[in-house]
């Protein structure tokens, strides 16, 4: 006689197994056939037609949960599960990465306690939904991890999923009725208005909890090649790396460095194919310029017939914005160039002069954690000496200061060749926005000013810096 769990109606291979799917006592007998086994559904012994209707609701549950987990970290998909409203509390359900906070903590609890033999039932359950879904493992990698086939994960995979469906229903109270109702609801497929809009929602979850972090390109072009060599090898492309060691460290968050280069080794790609793409890598000023240029051999070149080179376009915009870096496109002569400006660790010069301390102090504060570097003048007559000494990239200045006022320090930042090219912001309590552009000065912020006002002046005259030449 075999009996089967209340969530399983998928062939159970062995003791161990069932003892870890269900905390009821099991008896089994091998070599049972199917259509004779006995089912229990909530300790009621019944046949498979009638337990198979029970089981629909897990059946359900499973299937939605596998494709939960299976985009874990794609928050707009995951808002849109049926699960969130079973498994999220409802003053969480607005956030766009609740149920895969829920999912994680829910793998977790699965881990086995210290002393559990390393090779036991437990542990395996646990690390096939750790590294397949929280580290995102292939199945082919995870099965020569583990020492299996492919086939053979997949039927461990499933029961493993079965594992983490029971452990969710019983923490969370599933009725039946509610597992019932749960096998009437499918993922709806999204539009491209909502794939768009998915997209600019995870930029800005991205933007909010990502941080930058300081990236050796040399090692991260490395990666991106290995990645890219299948489509290199299907569009019969060469790709050169013209990028020696010892490029400066650049400061973004990496996993939108990456995914904004392969986007455009992708286009790139396309272009050249068949023929050669060329990358190398340059330093101007405070930035690294990064130029992909594609060459077609034109006497084999084909168009390919299906792509999505303006999606990847866009999408590498929002991920380069992201770093704090700039995408030029340009055609010459046949060539199709790509150029990526990213900003490198060396921090931005910036002279401010007031006379105010409690001023410069609180500027200098917003300043913290940035890529900006205060240099604080607060005897203006010194301003013009601190510049040729420290050669800023960009000027904040003061007007109502005593002894030398800041009108007449702006025109001689204009009439010295050093501090002429340099971005002027002044930051003044004078409502005198108009004159100041009119002098010279290249934004005007009025006093009180705010961190992200102040940070925000400094980007924008930055970002015209470093735009590629």
Not at 144 to 166: C, F, I, K, T, Y
Not at 257 to 283: D, E, F, W, Y
Not at 372 to 394: D, G, Q
């Amino acid at each position: 006689m075999e009996v089967v769990s209340r969530f399983r109606f998928a062939h159970l291979h062995d003791e161990a197994t069932v003892a870890i799917l269900t905390s009821l006592p099991l008896n089994i007998a091998r070599n049972t056939p199917r259509d004779n086994a006995i089912w229990v559904w909530n300790g009621t012994e019944m046949g498979q037609k009638e337990a198979r209707k029970n089981l629909s609701g897990m059946a359900a549950l499973h299937q939605h949960l596998r494709y939960a987990l299976n985009h874990l970290y794609e928050p707009d998909i995951l808002r849109a599960s049926p699960l969130v409203r079973l498994l999220v509390p409802d003053d969480q359900a607005h956030l766009p990465m609740a149920l895969n906070r829920v999912l994680t903590q829910a793998i977790e609890s699965l881990k086995p306690k210290p002393g559990t033999s390393p090779g036991s039932p437990a542990w395996r359950i646990y690390e096939l939904l750790f590294y397949r879904y929280v580290h995102c493992a292939t199945q082919a990698d995870l099965a020569h991890r583990l020492g299996v086939s492919v086939r053979q994960l997949r039927r461990e995979q499933s029961n493993a999923l079965d594992v983490l469906a029971e452990s969710l229903s019983r923490q969370h109270d599933l009725s039946e009725a509610i597992l019932a109702d749960l096998n009437q609801q499918e993922e709806e497929p999204q539009t491209s208005q909502q794939k768009t809009d998915a997209l600019a929602r995870e930029l800005q979850w991205m933007a909010e909890g990502v941080t930058a972090e300081a990236v050796n390109l040399h090692e991260e072009l490395g990666a991106i090649q290995d990645i890219v060599k299948p489509l290199l090898v299907q569009y019969r492309v060469r790709l050169e790396v013209v990028a020696k060691a010892g490029l400066p460290v650049v400061v973004v968050p990496i996993t939108a460095l990456r995914q904004a280069t392969l986007n455009i080794l992708t286009i790139a790609i396309h272009r050249a194919s068949p023929g050669k793409i060329t990358l190398s890598a340059v330093r101007r000023g405070w930035q690294l310029y990064l130029s992909l240029h594609a060459l077609p051999d034109w006497s084999n070149a084909t168009v390919p017939t299906e792509n999505h080179d303006t999606d990847n376009l866009k999408d590498a915009m929002g991920l380069l914005r992201l770093c704090g870096g700039t995408l030029n496109v340009a055609e010459e002569q046949g060539v199709f160039i790509i150029t990526i400006g990213l900003p490198i660790q060396e921090s931005v010069p910036v002279l401010v002069i007031d006379d105010n301390p409690d001023a410069l102090q609180l500027l200098e504060r917003y300043a913290v954690a940035t890529r900006y570097r205060l240099i604080n003048v607060r005897e203006p007559e010194h301003a013009l000496s601190v510049a040729e000494k420290e050669k800023p990239a960009l000027i904040v200045l003061d007007i109502m200061m005593s002894g030398l006022d800041g009108w007449e320090l702006l025109q001689r930042f204009r009439a010295h060749p050093l501090t002429a090219p340099c971005p002027i912001i002044v930051c003044s309590v004078l409502a005198q926005k108009e004159l100041a552009l009119a002098q010279g000065a290249q934004e005007y912020v009025r006093k009180p000013v705010n961190r992200q006002a102040f940070l925000q002046a400094l980007d924008r005259q930055y970002a015209k810096l470093v735009q590629v030449p």
